[in-house]
Structures are given as C-alpha cells and as structure tokens.
C-alpha cells in the first residue's frame, strides 16, 4: 500500500505502530547500548559467566510460542502492547534495584519476556498491514525507522553519559518512559475486524510444509546469540572499549540502516527471499572470520578498526532476519498461520541460543574467543547452504 493515498483508518493504524515500534526502539537502542558495560563494571563478570547468563535472559524467548498460546484471546495488537509494558516493568526493575544481582536477573528475565513476545508480533503486524506482495518493501520502510529511533536511543547514552554523566538508573529509567509510551501507542490502535492484525490467532500451529523455515530458526538462533553475546564482550574485554563506544558504534550501523533496511526491503521483493537469505550467510563467514581472527593479522589498530567494521557489518545484517519472515508469508497455507509460527519461531531459534553462550563462553575460556567465532563461521557455512534450498511457488503471493 502507499501510505501517502491510503484511507484515513489505515494511515491511522500504520502511524500508530511505526511510533509504537520506534519508542521501543529508542528504549533497545538504550539498553543494548549500555548492559554489558552495566553487566562488567556493576558485576565484573567474566566471560564464562556472561555467556551463562544468556540462559535465563534467553529462556523467555524459549518459552514466547506457550506465553503467545496462553494470550490466544488477545489480538496481535493488544498482544504487542502488554509485550511493551512488560517489557517496561523490566527496565524500570533495573532502574530501581539494578545493582543488586538477584533482582537485576529477575528484571532482565522480565524485560527478556515481553521483548521477546514482541518480536514475532512486529513482524506479525507489519505483515498483515502490508498485504498483497509488497511485504518486504514495507517492513524494510518499517525497519528504518526503528532504526532512526535506535540511533535516538544510543544518542542519550553517548551524551548522557559522556557529557551529562548520567548513571545507569538514569539511564534505564529513561528506557522505561519510552516503552510505556510504545505500550500507549499500541492500546490506542482501534481493531479493524477485517484485518488480521485484530483476529484472535490459534494457539498453536505446527505444519510439515514449514520445515525448512524451522530449520532456518534453528540456524539463525545459533548466529544470533554468538554475536548478541561475545560481539560486544570482544570490543570490551579484548579491546577495552568503553560504553559510549558501542553507543557510537550503534549509531553508525544504525544509521547505515536508515538507507539499508529499505533497499534491503526492495532486495527481498525483486530478488526473493533465497538471494537475501544467501548473502547474508555468505558476508557473515567473513564477519565471523574478521572477529576472531582480525587481531592475528593486523597490527593493533587496524585490528580494533576491523573490529568495529564487524560490529557494524553484523547490526546490518540482522536485518536480513526479514527475509525469513517474508518466506513464510508466501508459503503460509492460511494466513491465520503467519503470526503463531513467526512466534514458534522465536521458541525454536531459542531452543539454541539458550545453549550456545554457555557453550561459547566455555571455548572462549579454554580454547580462546577466535574459536568462538570459527564455529559461528561453520554455523554460517549451513545457513548458505540451508538457504539455497528456497523455493517459492511461483504463483503464490502474500496472502
């Protein structure tokens, strides 16, 4: 659809979510930017047991398709709402208590549960709101924005705390008023009975046709928590780089995404699904081969410049995520599917990502952090090859 011609109801419900999506955004940008740095200097933990960590931040994500079936009577947009209060709760935890361990692992569990109940449900909405076959197109105009509200979120940590000298609480309690305000947003988008954006969803949906896209989950769950975890920890710890630093990095990737993620949207429309999917793991073998081993070859500052090249190749590359979301659209057999096996999804790629820290920051202690990212490069190696093995009926659209 073009926004600047829509009806007046569908522009409506189209601003809503873009805002909604970006307050959100603005809130990760925030948090993304500052936890493990929060993580190191509040708990001067150490790698192994950063990467043991990742499980219960990731056991939400685990267990997002039973929370989404137990919500069935909710529509995807009251869903997506409740998920951005809890996922407030969870900030405003850390803004109050962080520093005590206990209670900053049950607020990270929090904010973890309604992020992660988001995630299928931005992709869920944007989707129906699409329709026809366009869909890559919208949600990479959608993803631009959010990502022009990431950069918003890493701004206030690079000079709140460089220039301001804000503190974490400060921090993460500003992170909370921008995902109430997504919450707002989202309550205040009227149903349309028409649009599945606004049906009550099944509860659970499981379907042979949809293997390889589970296998694409699976593989993506892996790739993700490698670089979510022990990207950052390499810039900190074999670095030593500071929390404005990944602010500023952010904020270049981001703002490279302002560009990418529309074209990246174009991509997927005239290109399909199976060339995105396959650059992506192909430039990733790089980025992991980069990382882990950049610091052997080069000199130390061209290996820190590496370094931050990879970080910022990486974010862009997460969006490609996209791809898949949009590979399942056209394969869905109803449309009732998309929302409750975009959530499956999340659960299965975390079936993964719960293990893989653990497992990372064991290698990264005994073995050394490049064998961490030589096993994400085997990861990517399946993932090009699992990804050339898409086919879409030619006479299937969007449905």
Same mark, same amino acid.
């Given at each position: ?15 809503? /979510? ?11 940008? !925030? ?21 043991? =960590? ?23 947009? @009251? ?19 962080? +520093? ?19 995630? &299928? ?24 924005? *959010? ?18 000298? =804000?503190?974490? &609480?400060?921090?993460?309690? =500003?992170?909370? %008023? *921008? ?9 205040? !988008? ?12 099944? @509860? ?11 296998? =694409?989950? %699976? ?10 975890? /022990?990207?950052?920890?390499?810039? %900190? ?13 952010? !904020?270049?990737?981001? $703002? ?16 399909? +699904? ?51 979301? $949009?590979?399942?659209?056209? %394969? ?68």
């Amino acid at each position: 659809m073009d926004l600047n011609n829509d009806p007046s109801p569908w522009r409506k419900r189209f601003l809503l /979510f873009v805002a909604a999506v970006c307050c959100l955004s603005i809130a990760g940008g !925030i948090f993304e930017s500052t936890f493990n740095n929060f993580l190191i200097e509040t708990f001067n933990i150490t790698a192994k047991e950063r990467g043991a =960590l990742e499980f219960p931040r990731e056991l939400p994500g685990f267990l997002v398709a039973v929370f989404a079936g137990a919500l069935f009577f909710l529509t995807d947009t @009251r869903m997506a709402a409740l998920a951005a209060l809890v996922t407030a709760l969870g900030f405003l935890g850390l803004a109050a208590r962080g +520093e005590a361990y206990s209670f900053m692992l049950l607020a990270m569990v929090v904010q973890s549960a309604g992020a992660h109940l988001f995630m &299928p449900l931005q992709s869920s909405i944007a989707l129906s709101l699409a329709g026809g076959n366009r869909a890559g197109t919208l949600m990479g105009r959608i993803g631009g924005y *959010s990502t022009l509200a990431v950069i918003g979120g890493c701004g206030i940590v690079w000079l709140g705390m460089q220039y301001l000298h =804000l503190d974490y &609480p400060i921090i993460f309690g =500003l992170a909370t %008023i *921008s995902a109430t305000c997504a919450a707002v947003l989202l309550f205040k !988008i009227q149903p349309a009975s028409s649009s599945a954006t606004d049906r009550r969803r099944p @509860r659970f949906v499981w379907r042979r046709a949809y293997s390889l896209y589970y296998v =694409l989950c %699976i593989l993506f769950g892996a790739r993700k928590q490698v670089f979510l975890t /022990f990207g950052p920890l390499v810039l %900190i710890t074999v670095f030593g780089q500071p929390a404005s630093s990944i602010a500023k990095l952010i !904020i270049v990737a981001s $703002v490279l995404g302002i560009a990418f993620k529309p074209a990246l949207g174009w991509m997927i429309d005239r290109l399909g +699904e199976r060339f995105v999917l396959m650059a992506d793991a192909f430039m990733l073998i790089g980025v992991c081969l980069g990382y882990g081993f950049g610091r052997n070859i080069l000199p130390a500052p061209y290996a820190l410049f590496l370094a931050y090249g990879c970080f910022v190749m990486d974010m862009l590359l997460f969006a490609m995520d996209m791809a898949r979301a $949009v590979y399942l659209d056209k %394969i869905a057999q109803k449309r009732d599917d998309v929302a409750p096996t975009l959530t499956l999804g999340v659960s299965i790629d975390h079936t993964v990502s719960m293990s893989i820290p653990a497992l990372g920051g064991l290698v990264w202690v005994v073995y050394g952090y490049q064998w961490v990212f030589a096993g994400a490069a085997g990861v990517a190696l399946v993932t090009l090859v699992a990804a050339s093995l898409i086919r879409v009926p030619q006479n299937r659209v969007s449905i």
